[in-house]
């Protein structure tokens, strides 16, 4: 089993940055790959961010390119969400989450861990 807890987020004007961290528990040896969804209200959850726990390379959804960084502190089994330039559209529950496979797609249905959620709010 894999426990996941996230921090950070918070509320924040179009334009700030925000940082959302992810702290991994269990048998983390055995995680493959960490991802960061984000459900926002009314919408269904979606993928944001990925990274390869052993390479470190990263995959971004087309939203969230160029403006979010994901990264991982291998030494504490954490992972990061760093996301500057937010616009209201951002605002969102975040959610890590672990899978000890390799995932094709970053479907949801691809993990199987997952955090409780973290609320980011970006007002205009």
């Known amino acids: 089993q894999v426990q996941l807890v996230e921090s950070g987020g918070g509320l924040v004007q179009a334009g700030g940055s925000l940082r959302v961290s992810c702290a991994a528990s269990?048998?983390?040896?055995?995680?493959?790959?960490m991802g960061w969804f984000r459900q926002a209200p009314g919408k269904e959850r979606e993928f944001a961010a990925g990274i390869s726990v052993s390479g470190g390379s990263t995959v971004y959804a087309d939203s969230v390119k160029g403006r979010f960084n994901i990264s991982r502190d291998s030494a504490k089994n954490s992972f990061y969400l760093h996301m500057k330039d937010l616009k209201p559209e951002d605002t969102a529950v975040y959610y890590c989450?672990?899978?000890?496979?390799?995932?094709?797609?970053?479907?949801?249905?691809?993990?199987?861990?997952w955090g409780q959620g973290r609320q980011v709010s970006v007002s205009s």
């Open positions: 269990g048998r983390t040896f055995s995680v493959y790959v």
């Open positions: 989450a672990a899978e000890r496979e390799q995932v094709s797609c970053w479907r949801l249905s691809e993990f199987d861990y």
